[in-house]
């Protein structure tokens, strides 16, 4: 285990509210991402973080927003649920952008289910 | 466009025999390849990975080949022991990126 926690691990949650998942890691590493992994498709990338309130969108960034104000808090915020964000979510860490010498690291995942 | 593809979505081994895992790309940029393994309800792990200037990586009973040429890379586990069984995945990434490109994984089942 890298120092990696999620928070919370189960979520369910209706069509049209606000939901946030919490992304906290102990390793003091720069590099945080946000994956959703959906059968079919393996892990596709959501947001990452380069540093504190430094961030960009990934391949599915569509209905997400971000936030980092601190280096061990990475928030994943799904401003109005759709059923299509029913998946699980993994947060990554890596200490220097997912190098050769630094893969990145997985947290045990959020399994969100919107209704 | 999949620019990582895992063709198999699963196979069975038996226990102490080899166990090979495929992946291609298109993508000739990427420079970095990576596995990762998946249990249930846990995150994927890292397992190996590989640079585009070698064409093999050794770690204990788990190999990686890269085919530079036929832009392809296998994963060698010998022998099969049954807490392999798992999702593997294979990931790319060129080089200064900070994004992992994913297959969908292969599921991988090691019968004692």
Redesign the interface.
């Known amino acids: 285990d890298a120092g ?1 926690t999620q928070s919370p691990r189960h979520k369910v949650t209706e069509t049209g509210t606000p939901v946030t998942l919490r992304c906290h890691q102990t390793e003091n590493h720069r ?1 945080m ?1 946000w ?1 959703r992994q959906d059968p ?6 959501i947001h ?1 973080s ?1 540093g504190v309130k430094d961030t ?1 969108k ?2 599915v960034s569509d209905g997400y927003s971000v936030s980092r104000s601190k280096t061990e808090d990475f928030l994943l915020t799904l401003e109005s649920a759709t059923s299509s964000q029913t998946s699980v979510y ?1 947060c ?1 860490i ?1 200490k220097t ?4 010498d630094s ?7 959020t399994r969100l289910t919107v209704t | 466009d999949q620019q990582v593809k895992q063709n198999s979505p699963s196979l069975s081994v038996q226990e102490g025999r080899i166990s090979i895992l495929n992946c291609d790309y298109t993508n000739s940029m990427f420079d970095y390849f990576l596995w990762y393994k998946k249990y249930p309800a846990e995150g994927p792990t890292f397992l190996i990975s590989i640079s585009s200037i070698k064409d093999k990586n050794e770690d204990g009973r788990f190999t990686v080949f890269l085919n530079k040429s036929a832009k392809h890379l296998s994963l060698h586990i010998v022998p099969s022991q049954p807490g392999d069984s798992a999702v593997y995945f294979c990931a790319a990434s060129q080089g200064g990126s900070y994004q992992l490109t994913f297959g969908k994984g292969t599921k991988l089942s090691v019968i004692p």
């Open positions: 990696i590099y991402y994956y079919g498709h393996g892990l596709r990338l990452y380069y960009d990934g391949e993994f990554a890596s952008g997912g190098s050769p893969p990145l690291h997985f947290g045990n995942g």
